[in-house]
């Protein structure tokens, strides 16, 4: 897997997580440790994604 692709990859993964995130944080009775999970998992995803652009 090339670099461009594997970055690829990781931002359509991070964008997916964050779009789980909006929806979770907008319905009712979603389990607050269920969110926080998947906000360090984006960030951890974020964090890849930076460090294999510079």
């Known amino acids: 897997m090339s670099l461009s692709s ?3 990859e990781l931002k359509r993964k ?3 997580l964050s779009d789980e ?3 979770a944080q907008r ?3 979603v389990d607050g440790l269920q969110v926080a999970e998947m ?3 984006k960030l951890k ?3 890849e994604i930076e460090r294999l652009s510079s």
Request: zero cysteines; charged letters at 30%; a positive charge.
């Open 6 to 8: 594997h970055l690829t």
């Open 14 to 16: 991070h964008q997916t």
């Open 21 to 23: 995130v909006e929806q």
């Open 27 to 29: 319905s009712p009775g």
């Open 39 to 41: 906000k360090k998992q």
């Open 45 to 47: 995803l974020k964090e």
